[in-house]
């Protein structure tokens, strides 16, 4: 694993879309159908030293992911994985650089939006300490974004998940 350079934007965005093909057996082709992030977004998130990217053999990405800060919290925008590399632990690795990435910089807690009822989505987070965290508590930031995203579709199908790291 290493951090993310510009030479890897494009290749993010492509891992983005291949993991996204996912959605369509479950009924969300939507997702699959949608852009993945921006060039100048995954690039911000490059130079600003907050995306990663695990590699194969002969060094070329096969998933990766992006952080920001948001309302005090590392907030992790996008994790995804080629699916022919999935399940070998390679997303969880992930989430440990930036778990120890927010570590290093004093944020306790790393949250993310995700969809309550796709498997490798708040399922996955649950196994790796992930809590659904109520509307109740939801910060500002994290309201904005839940909005944006429901914007597309039923609200019911994300939640807001928090891990405490101290």
Known sequence: ???ATRADVEAIREIERLADERFRDLGLGFVADGEPTSYEVVAAAVDRGTAWVEVDGVGT???FAT????????HLEQLSVIPAHGRRGVGTALVGAVEEWA????LGVVTLTTFADVPWN???YRRLGFEVVPE???TPGVRE?????TAFFDPWRRVVMA???V
Not at 67 to 74: I, K, T
Not at 103 to 106: I, S, T
Request: proline share 6%.
């Open 136 to 138: 109740t508590r939801w």
């Open 103 to 106: 570590l290093c910089r004093g």
């Open 61 to 63: 990405p096969i998933a």
């Open 1 to 3: 694993m290493r951090s």
């Open 122 to 124: 708040a399922p996955y």
């Open 67 to 74: 952080v920001d800060v948001l309302d005090g919290c590392a």
């Open 145 to 149: 974004r839940i909005a944006e995203e």
């Open 163 to 165: 891990k405490a790291l």
